[in-house]
């Protein structure tokens, strides 16, 4: 199965998605944001953490006009997998991939530390190792972490069962606890947690390595 990790001016997390991903068993190619094209036979794309331009403008903005980007969204179109995490997360949305806005979060404070999610659905390639309602713990490292889908928006993701985390105890302001969503094919996913950083045991925890091996394993038998 091959990833390819999208890096950015900014990015911080890229080599983090990648090891993550190895671990899982990917073939793992890191695509700089000025190629217009990506690997032949790429099966994830996934856009990692940092602070793609600085956040400057808004976060993930400028990134999502980036020349990758016309590549990302064919491979998104032919129904391919992409999953954005925290930076990438906030790109996503920024192209229209994903639904929504990040804003700054509530307290207007960047906020650094580990946080128990609950599970919303086991129904996608990324999160089919895990029960729906069960808890898991990731670190988040945000100050633009303030999920609002807009007039409806939250509705219709609840109604379509595309919530694919929450926040036990909301950190941010997230708009009804959302910590990550999934697109309307369930093939999409971007969430503000880090599970790249909660996959090996010398992280202090592995809770993220089952998304990681959750996705490798579908994308190996596809
Ligand atoms: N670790 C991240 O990707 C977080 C950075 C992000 N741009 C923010 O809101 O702060």
Redesign the pocket.
């Known amino acids: 199965m091959k990833a390819a990790v999208l890096v950015f001016p900014g990015s911080?997390?890229d080599r983090d998605l990648a090891v993550a991903l190895t671990a899982a068993g990917a073939e793992v190619a890191m695509v700089w944001h000025k190629e217009t094209s990506l690997p032949e036979g790429t099966d994830l794309v996934a856009v990692p953490?940092?602070?793609s331009y600085g956040?400057y403008l808004r976060?993930g903005a400028i990134a999502a006009r980036s020349p990758v980007i016309a590549a990302l969204r064919d491979h998104a179109e032919r129904g391919g997998y992409v999953f954005g995490?925290?930076?990438g997360f906030?790109i996503l949305c920024e192209t229209g991939l994903l639904p929504g806005t990040?804003m700054r979060n509530r307290d207007l404070r960047?906020i650094c530390r580990s946080v128990t999610l609950r599970v919303g659905t086991a129904d996608s390639a990324f999160t089919s190792g895990w029960r729906a309602g069960e808890k898991v713990s990731f670190p988040i490292?945000?100050?633009?972490?303030n999920y609002t889908a807009g007039p409806g928006g939250l509705e219709r993701l609840t109604g379509e069962d595309r919530v694919a985390f929450r926040y036990v105890t909301n950190p941010n302001g997230s708009e009804g606890d959302v910590a990550g969503i999934l697109s309307d094919n369930r093939r999409i996913l971007g969430m503000m947690p880090?599970p790249e950083r909660a996959a090996d045991p010398a992280q202090g925890g592995t809770d993220g390595a089952a998304l990681f091996r959750a996705v490798t394993g579908v994308l190996a038998e596809a």
């Open positions: 911080n997390c953490g940092g602070f956040d976060a995490v925290c930076n906030q990040l960047y490292a945000h100050h633009d972490g880090h």
